[in-house]
């Protein structure tokens, strides 16, 4: 099956030839982070400070980049995890810069272990790591440790509804939000949407190449639920969330039946849709009317859910 592609807001068109979509391998995959990285855009030009460090973990150092708009005391904060599905990007991100800008935040983006070398848990466990020294070091941050949320795009979405999981389960203190903005969270795709070859950015195939380099394997439905959240049969006592994806996403059915999941689990869900928009146009094509929407929409969620 294709996509038809009249039903792609026209400002987001454009990003079809800049951004077309990507195919990648275990061969490729190593190339391909090296070619983003030498053709990444300059940051968003923000008034915030950053700073860059290595926190502990069992698993070695997990490095962090810190963003903060002031200093103003028991500010709250954001564990941001960035996308790539699994396999590429870095904490270097402008979502996490103007996140903090906006909110006069402390955003901590955590620069995970990236598959295929480094495999599920790895990055699930660098992201717990990070969200406990979160916990632990709230006087020396300067934040108020009870007033964290985690998010991310995409794969860090992915990451953010694992690691939701991971820390209801483990009895630790639960995040005021998770924020899931088209997160990447079913490894099988066997949805309505799933079924058409030709999305833009991010397509079947490619995803589903993804998905076997993160899960070392192709598990099915055995694969753990934190790595692919909507293999979890049991959702109660899951984080408020909000959930947005686009209508023209592969991931569209599967996230929109997980934010169902959530809010028929008792858990706070608020669901964004937004028609016209492909996988990841918001973050390329930001100036687009849609892509605004988005973002104000996941400000103002977040707003709502760290100062309460």
Not at 4 to 9: L, P
Not at 72 to 87: E, K
Not at 252 to 262: C, F
Request: proline share 7%; aromatic share 8%; with cysteine.
């Amino acid at each position: 099956m294709e996509l038809d592609y009249s039903r792609i807001d026209p400002e987001l068109l454009p990003g079809l030839e800049a951004f077309p979509a990507l195919e990648i391998t275990r061969d490729n995959v190593v190339a391909l982070r090296n070619a983003m990285l030498a053709n990444r855009a300059e940051p968003v030009d923000l008034p915030i400070t950053r700073e860059a460090k290595d926190i502990p973990s069992e698993d070695g150092a997990v490095p962090i980049i810190i963003y903060r708009k002031s200093e103003r005391a028991h500010q709250p904060a954001v564990l941001w995890i960035h996308g790539g599905g699994y396999l590429l990007g870095s904490a270097e991100d402008d979502r996490a810069r103007r996140i903090a800008h906006e909110l006069d935040c402390t955003v901590v983006s955590v620069d995970y272990r990236l598959a295929p070398e480094h495999p599920f848990p790895a990055g699930l466990n660098d992201c717990l790591a990070a969200y406990q020294w979160m916990q632990a070091s709230g006087e020396a941050l300067g934040i108020n440790a009870s007033r964290v949320a985690i998010g991310g795009a995409s794969a860090g979405g992915g990451l953010a509804a694992g690691l939701a999981l991971k820390l209801r389960d483990l009895g630790e203190p639960l995040p005021a939000l998770q924020l899931l903005l088209y997160p990447m969270i079913d490894n099988l795709h066997d949805t309505p949407s799933g079924q058409y070859s030709n999305h833009p950015v991010w397509p079947q195939a490619t995803s589903f190449a993804a998905w076997e380099m993160y899960l070392d394997g192709t598990p099915g439905l055995e694969a753990s639920i934190y790595a692919a959240a909507t293999r979890a049969h049991d959702l109660k006592g899951s984080p408020p969330a909000y959930l947005c994806v686009g209508t023209e996403d592969l991931f569209y059915d599967e996230d929109v039946q997980y934010a169902a999941r959530l809010s028929q689990a008792g858990v706070p869900c608020e669901l964004a849709v937004f028609p016209g928009l492909y996988h990841g146009a918001d973050s390329f094509m930001f100036e687009a009317k849609v892509s605004q929407r988005l973002h104000r929409s996941l400000i103002n969620a977040l707003r709502d859910a760290l100062e309460g």
